[in-house]
């Protein structure tokens, strides 16, 4: 886009309403695009997809795996599985794992369900994949923990990750779409997803 920019720092409770308030133009956050986020601003195409995983540490039972390729039911019964607060894996868990029988315990950031489940606070996190990747795994102690299935998608996960801004600054959204499409198209994305990442963020644009 050619654009000179700001980076503003926000708690993540907050950064709707600031945007909407005008205290900055877009989210670039790894915010999840959902149908009640749309009611209040508009996004960007998505820019990276990733499934939610559960993590624990290496001997947990959640190695039992189901038909879907993920942890059966039977071994997230009675586990504390630790959330990010109003996030689209949140409300998935409070759906499907609350059924399994586990307990869900909430936190304000990714960091602190990161730090609860290494003191053994909780006994797994479910969360984006990319935090996942990049979270506790790459942590000094992570060596203790693994990712246990292949990856929940579905709709209600909200797996597609947008660029946030205002409903009114179509023209704003409209340019941040013609720069995605232009990165993947001469293979700057794809470049810079190799030099960071291990996985394909975006693989089928």
């Not at 993920?70 to 599985?81: D, F, Q, S, T, V």
């Not at 607060?85 to 936190?107: D, I, K, M, Q």
């Amino acid at each position: 886009m050619q654009a000179d920019c700001t980076i503003v720092r926000q708690q993540w409770d907050g950064m709707i309403p600031e945007l909407v308030r005008g205290n900055y133009d877009a989210i670039i956050a790894s915010m999840s695009i959902t149908k009640e986020r749309r009611a209040v601003i508009d996004f960007s195409d998505p820019y990276y997809i990733t499934p939610a995983l559960l993590v624990s540490t290496k001997d947990s039972r959640l190695s039992l795996p189901g038909g879907d390729g993920n942890p059966m039911p039977e071994a997230i019964k009675g586990l504390y599985i630790g959330v990010l607060a109003n996030s689209p894996r949140a409300r998935y868990a409070l759906t499907h794992f609350l059924s399994f029988g586990a307990a869900l315990r909430v936190y304000a950031t990714i960091e602190d369900a990161d730090a609860a489940l290494r003191s053994g606070q909780v006994d797994a996190i479910f969360e984006d994949g990319f935090f996942v990747e990049y979270g506790v795994l790459k942590a000094a102690e992570g060596e203790r923990f693994a990712i246990f299935g292949k990856g929940y998608h579905d709709s209600q996960l909200d797996n597609r990750v947008g660029i946030g801004v205002r409903k009114e600054d179509t023209a704003l959204r409209d340019n941040f779409n013609a720069a995605l499409k232009a990165i993947y198209a001469d293979g700057t994305y794809q470049k810079i997803n190799a030099k960071y990442f291990e996985f394909n963020l975006y693989p089928t644009p």
